[in-house]
């Protein structure tokens, strides 16, 4: 089965740098991939999505790369804020039959400080 | 975006009891549905796939007499944990996608927090 590492479990950053985190996989190879935020005790929202034969993203402070050879995916937060802190999923999405399903990782808890 | 909401927000049951969980789309029709279970600090795990009005798809090692998928409207979807037990304690959480969807359209509900004594 998919196995999806993200890598760290918390990183801790100052307000103002940017944030990189990290998602890697193996055993699959996913149609596409998403970035989320989870608060806790929510839900988790959608942030970005990269397909399979894109290699960079961005929106407004956020961008996402996507290297299908590395099986790998770089989330970045720029001009971090403290209102950013919170645990950013990677997701891996599948492709036919499976087209929908989503794929989690453990996530990376994101502190920004002031 | 769209809105998913699920009730009850959280619930406390004995061991030996179901509990079932909503998952609604507020203002769209979802012909999927997906119930994922996470533990504190793990990841989401996908549970099953949901399509209206036909049976659940569920993920191996989730056993589907345990947990019950009903999905007999295009808004409103159930999970039942039948015979609940301490170690089916955990914060479930549903996601739709509708009729027009792209693939990357997966509205997420806020979650439900059950724990079994």
């Known amino acids: 089965s998919q196995k999806i590492e993200q890598n760290s479990e918390a990183l801790n950053i100052q307000e103002g740098k940017t944030a990189t985190l990290t998602c890697n996989y193996t055993?699959?190879?996913?149609?596409?991939l998403q970035w989320y935020r989870q608060d806790p005790g929510r839900g988790p929202v959608f942030l970005l999505l990269i397909r399979e034969n894109e290699k960079e993203k961005r929106k407004e402070r956020l961008k996402v790369t996507f290297d299908t050879t590395l099986k790998q995916s770089l989330f970045h937060i720029t001009a971090s804020q403290p209102a950013d802190s919170a645990t950013y999923l990677c997701?891996?999405?599948?492709?036919?039959?499976?087209?929908?399903?989503?794929?989690f990782g453990r996530g990376t808890q994101l502190t920004v400080w002031p | 975006g769209a809105v998913v909401s699920q009730h009850p927000s959280w619930v406390i049951c004995k061991s030996g009891t179901s509990v079932k969980i909503e998952c609604r789309s507020l203002?769209?029709?979802?012909?999927?549905m997906f119930w994922y279970r996470q533990f504190p600090k793990q990841s989401l795990m996908l549970m099953a796939t949901?399509?209206?009005?036909?049976?659940?798809?569920?993920e191996q090692g989730v056993e589907k007499d345990k947990f019950l998928i009903n999905h007999a409207s295009l808004t409103l979807s159930t999970l039942t944990v039948t015979s609940a037990h301490p170690e089916d304690s955990s914060f479930y959480i549903c996601?739709?996608?509708?009729?027009?969807?792209?693939?990357?359209?997966?509205?997420f509900g806020p979650g439900t927090r059950l724990t079994v004594l």
């Open positions: 996601s739709a996608r509708g009729w027009e969807a792209s693939y990357n359209e997966q509205f």
């Open positions: 949901s399509n209206e009005g036909s049976k659940a798809t569920y």
């Open positions: 203002d769209f029709q979802a012909t999927t």
């Open positions: 055993n699959y190879s996913p149609a596409y």
């Open positions: 997701a891996l999405g599948g492709r036919g039959s499976t087209l929908g399903r989503l794929y």
